[in-house]
């Protein structure tokens, strides 16, 4: 097969544009000369207030995209007018074990049939004129573990693959091939061994893999290595490559008893289409411990190297580094760091390793500050490559994190997080060592990298970089750490991307300057899409903040200020403004509680702490402007109907799942014992700050307003 069409035209017919995943179009109508007369051309409301991360896909004037849990909406692509949308039933539950959001990022359309993933697994086949079901796949194998799925399907010929996601709870990571046909399976690619006390492994690369596994491996947590993006297929090797994730537990201490690589996690794994067997792979992260997966996007292209021209895919994970990897061995040929790093201080390129510093980065000898953090110097947003001009566009992120295990050898939790062990960003860090008990403040304060937090805790930057040698060409500073989006970059030189503020910007590509800024009162996370229809060019992108941290939501974001409006805004030239959401009211002092029950004591409520960080503070953040529920704030409704909530699952329908399975009678009481005490101190703080003409958002030097 010959290499696919460099960059988008007139359609924009898959997530990442072309075959290479590039986010790079050919179209110029839109430029430097009349980007400022761009504007909306239309909007369509979605209809949910979670998380938007997918990029639409474009094709003969329909625009066709995917929403949070894994809605689907056809809408014409000129006006915005609804053709149809899809609704998936959702195990509602699900959300039990999803890490971050209810994200679902895309769609593939292929043979008359628009292909999605539902949160809980269930993979759905829709006939592309009419929204119909046409086929649908269970593609969960083991609904006792936390498996969840987030990513886009792929389409490699005449196949659909899809993973999961679940690392952080007790999965063990795999890909899916069906037939787009009839939704049959073809084949199935494990990412790491089974417990080799179930028998052989299912093929002989999983046989080779056990071998850098050490002998006490926590099988019974499941290993991890979720595919939850980056599947690419490379028709011109009909090949597919996988970016594999993390493992679970995290620390690799803890994982394998400190033994073995442990492949395939945090890797590139090249798989033969038709068969599914595995042609080469390349571990970026060996014996990860960071939460360093390498499931961040993945972009083909062709680049000189040494005088000669090779096939190759550029790629930047989590773990701070940018590879560019040979697509025919899997060697990799360019490693460059994009941020500070601490855990190794480099590669040996004879050997594809890295030189890993455990002195810095082994928090199984106590606790180390991290660089880069578990949040990644590169996530799952997605970047823009210029095959003309050989820079690679992306959002990146440079901070740390504490991290420290928990004590002892922590039990199974059946679809609970395993992770296993603790982090504290270093954003936080100065603030959070003042409450620590002055032993171990002073032995993190030694530790060298705090240092580097003093320097810089933590930034967010829109980077054009050189592939090959690393180098930034430009920089544009983010509006704050949290702010990361996608973007695409188009042959007029214009690098479009949007920002969690509510920013939609044009830049021009070859030196950053912002040439045109529209203020949408939206959050952006997710890449744009550019398409032309009828001679007239557009520009899509959806909003909405959400994902990873989702209930965290910081004061500079839109979705502080106003609803956070799930939309998909369409923009052309002599368009007009942009409608902004409603303004959100004004806080109100936190109700007070009902009083505490007689047999209440401060264990009790030590206890409601634990069960509360170990169980609900992944989706409670408990923020005066949160999008998830601020526990703080509960009505008396609410308090009355607390056990009915949680055990009987009242609001299941609704993303609240029921924990009957894991919590006692006796847990849940602690819990609201927990969250009573918790409200009466919020309400006596906001009162006071009332009183005093502040306001209610104000933060204290010693109570803070968010965990």
């Not at 000669?308 to 990799?332: A, C, F, Q, S």
């Not at 820079?391 to 420290?404: K, R």
Request: with cysteine; proline share 6%; hydrophobic share 35%.
């Amino acid at each position: 097969m010959s290499a696919p069409e460099v960059g988008a035209g007139e359609n924009w017919p898959m997530p990442g544009g072309d075959g290479n995943d590039s986010h790079y179009s050919r179209l110029t109508d839109i430029n430097r000369d009349n980007v400022s007369r761009l504007g909306l051309a239309w909007s369509y409301d979605m209809g949910t207030g979670r998380v938007q991360e997918a990029t639409p896909v474009v094709i003969d004037g329909i625009l066709y995209t995917s929403g949070n849990l894994g809605r689907v909406y056809a809408l014409n692509a000129v006006t915005g007018e609804e053709l149809w949308t899809f609704e998936p039933d959702v195990n509602m539950q699900v959300n039990r074990v999803v890490c971050c959001d209810q994200a679902n990022r895309g769609i593939a359309v292929s043979d008359g049939k628009v292909m999605v993933g539902a949160l809980d697994g269930i993979l759905y086949a829709l006939d592309q004129k009419t929204g119909e079901v046409a086929w649908q796949v269970d593609t969960i194998v083991d609904h006792s573990r936390g498996y969840s799925s987030t990513g886009a399907p792929e389409v490699a010929g005449d196949l659909v693959l899809i993973g999961n996601a679940g690392s952080e709870f007790d999965v063990r990571g795999y890909v899916t091939a069906y037939h787009i046909s009839d939704g049959s399976q073809a084949w199935r690619f494990y990412t790491i061994p089974h417990d080799p006390a179930l028998g052989p492994q299912e093929n002989e690369d999983l046989e080779k893999a056990l071998e850098t596994w050490g002998e006490n491996s926590r099988w019974d947590i499941g290993g991890g290595g979720t595919a939850w993006d980056a599947i690419v297929y490379d028709d011109r090797f009909d090949v597919i490559y996988v970016g594999t994730g993390n493992g679970g537990p995290y620390s690799h201490a803890s994982r394998s008893g400190g033994e073995g690589d442990n492949l395939y996690l945090s890797s590139i794994v090249a798989l033969d289409r038709k068969t599914g067997k595995m042609k080469w792979y390349y571990q970026e992260t060996p014996r990860d411990s960071w939460d360093f997966t390498a499931t961040q996007p993945m972009t083909l292209t062709d680049m000189e190297v040494g005088g000669e021209v090779r096939p190759v895919i550029i790629h930047t994970p989590k773990n701070g580094y940018l590879y560019v990897v040979d697509r025919i061995t899997g060697k990799p040929v360019a490693i460059n760091a994009l941020v500070r790093t601490s855990w190794a201080d480099g590669y040996d390129m004879e050997t594809g390793r890295p030189n890993m510093t455990p002195e810095y980065s082994d928090y199984g000898t106590g606790p180390k500050i991290v660089f880069p953090s578990s949040a990644g110097a590169r996530n799952w947003y997605p970047p823009a490559y210029d095959p003309e001009s050989g820079i690679y566009y992306a959002a990146v992120l440079d901070m740390g994190n504490l991290m420290y295990n928990l004590p002892g050898k922590q039990p199974h939790r059946e679809k609970g997080l395993n992770a296993g062990a603790s982090l504290i960003f270093t954003t936080s860090l100065e603030g959070f060592l003042e409450t620590m008990p002055p032993a171990l403040k002073e032995q993190i304060e030694a530790l060298p990298q705090m240092d580097w937090v003093r320097e810089n805790p933590g930034f967010s930057q829109v980077r054009a970089t050189d592939p090959l040698t690393g180098k930034t060409i430009w920089a544009a500073d983010a509006e704050g750490w949290q702010d990361r989006s996608g973007m695409l970059v188009t042959r007029s030189g214009l690098l479009f991307h949007g920002s969690i503020g509510g920013k939609f910007y044009v830049r021009d590509a070859a030196t950053g300057e912002a040439l045109k800024e529209i203020d949408t009162g939206s959050a952006i996370m997710a890449g744009a899409a550019t398409y032309k229809v009828d001679g007239v060019q557009y520009v899509a992108v959806a909003t909405g903040w959400g994902g990873g941290g989702w209930s965290f939501v910081p004061g500079y974001s839109a979705p502080y200020k106003y609803e956070n409006s799930n939309r998909i805004l369409v923009f052309k030239l002599d368009g007009g403004e942009v409608p902004k959401p409603e303004a959100l009211p004004p806080l109100e002092v936190a109700p007070e509680p009902p009083a505490q029950a007689d047999n209440v004591t401060p264990e009790t409520i030590a206890k409601g702490a634990q069960l509360f960080f170990a169980n609900c503070a992944l989706c409670h953040s408990n923020m005066v402007r949160s999008i998830s529920p601020d526990l703080r704030r509960l009505t008396p409704e609410k308090h009355e109907l607390f056990r009915d909530i949680l055990m009987d699952g009242l609001l299941v329908g609704m993303g609240m799942p029921q924990w009957d399975d894991l919590l006692s009678e006796e847990d849940v009481a602690a819990l609201h014992a927990y969250l009573i005490d918790l409200q009466e101190k919020q309400h006596a703080r906001e009162k006071a700050l009332k009183e005093a003409g502040k306001p209610l958002d104000s933060k204290g030097l010693v109570i803070m307003s968010n965990y």
